[in-house]
């Protein structure tokens, strides 16, 4: 063979090669994205998923991290905590994933924790609100919506101008609702406001009618809410039929109130919901270019507007994620837990860094976003003037 054709069949048995996957080299970033996408809270956990999807595509657009693209490894949690803790076993075993999003519902969310410890791999959570996510002391977890504590002490400002003297609660029968109660029950009665009724509704329940007939005869002013808007459309429904013309506040952020609007109509007027992203009001949000970046990209893949309450989780998650590998310097467990420490910079509901003592001296691994409260009226959203 001449030195020409030495060379030449060198370079092509080089090209050869680098075609191929290196083995044991892994040729994405991967993120495992732990969410519900069948069962109660099967649409919230869909929207957050598109939003996830929307925010690996701008990254990888972007040309990725560290150098390579982020693959989302996406499973369904079925909306049942054994599930959840299943996927994430499955999404860190079998998928090898770094670092997770997830798990959507707060029972979900604290049935994947014990996984977090034992596989030592740090989860990013974008929905849920239980206080003992980021109290029970675990490293891994690290949280961008706000707890029911956060958003029960932003509506202390809030509620005198509502008027509230005496309030009665319907909350899901789970972490994120009684946790709810519990947040904003303590919060009240220490305002000098009584509290009436605690009335409880399992997830798959839908009808409600003896708890709201028993809130309908007591003497309170307000009944508050949480659940997932599938079931909040059915109590505002059927609050709406039984007479009931007390004030109705929500709380938890995932009420998308356009969907209220849509699937509720005329039952849903004259409610107030405490949210955390206000993208009706695009230009007064934190970051006005994300806000409407991230909007332009959600309806041009013909998504509903209703949809954007809840899937900017999925969009700030995803971003939050990569910004903590990036400070990490490697897709490792470790080094992205300590990324998440680092990251600092304006999410779409407002800060997103990390605090490892909240206001209350107790939250670790929490971020403190913007909470607003928002009414429905006439079949339109507006921040009130209070």
């Known amino acids: 063979m001449t030195k020409t054709k030495s060379v030449t069949a060198l370079a092509a048995a080089a090209l050869l090669s680098a075609s191929f996957a290196v083995p044991g080299v892994a040729q994405t970033i991967r993120i495992g994205v732990n969410e519900p996408l069948t069962g109660p809270f099967a649409a919230s956990g869909t929207y957050v ?181 599938e079931q909040l459309t059915l109590v505002l429904k059927q609050a709406a039929a039984l007479g009931i013309k007390k004030q109705i506040v929500t709380t938890g952020g995932s009420q998308n109130p356009d969907q209220l609007i849509d699937q509720a109509g005329a039952a849903a007027n004259g409610t107030y919901h405490l949210t955390t992203f206000a993208p009706w009001f695009a230009d007064d949000t934190p970051d006005p270019a994300a806000t409407k970046y991230f909007l332009g990209e959600w309806k041009k893949r013909g998504f509903h507007f209703a949809g954007a309450t809840e899937s900017f989780r999925g969009y700030d998650g995803i ?31 407002g800060k997103i860094k990390f605090e490892k003592q909240g206001p209350a001296g107790r939250e670790s691994g929490q971020s403190f976003p913007n909470v607003y409260l928002i009414k429905i009226d006439g079949g339109k959203i507006s921040l009130p003037k209070l």
Not at 59 to 88: F, Q, Y
Not at 180 to 200: R, S
Not at 325 to 344: L, N
Request: glycine share 8%.
């Open 49 to 229: 998923v598109n939003g996830a999807k929307i925010a690996a595509d701008e990254v990888n657009a972007k040309g990725g991290v560290l150098g390579k693209k982020i693959e989302l490894v996406i499973e369904d949690n079925k909306s049942n905590p054994t599930e959840a803790a299943a996927v994430a076993e499955k999404l860190i075993t079998n998928d090898k994933v770094p670092v997770m999003m997830g798990a959507w519902g707060s029972s979900l969310t604290l049935a994947v924790m014990p996984k977090l410890l034992e596989y030592k791999v740090p989860m990013l959570v974008e929905t849920s609100s239980s206080g003992k996510i980021t109290t029970s002391g675990n490293p891994y977890i690290f949280r961008i919506s706000p707890p029911s504590s956060v958003e029960a002490h932003a509506f202390k400002d809030i509620f005198p101008k509502l008027h509230i003297k005496k309030v009665d609660f319907l909350v899901i029968n789970n972490d994120w609702g009684r946790g709810a109660a519990e947040d904003f029950g303590k919060m009240l009665k220490a305002n000098g406001v009584q509290v009436g009724n605690v009335e409880t509704m399992d997830q798959a329940a839908q009808d409600m009618s003896a708890q709201l007939s028993k809130m309908k005869s007591s003497d309170s002013d307000t009944i508050m809410v949480t659940t997932a808007v």
């Open 319 to 349: 971003r939050t994620i990569v910004r903590a590998i990036e400070k990490a310097g490697k897709a490792e467990p470790a080094a992205i837990k300590d990324g998440m420490w680092k990251v600092d910079f304006s999410g779409l509901n």
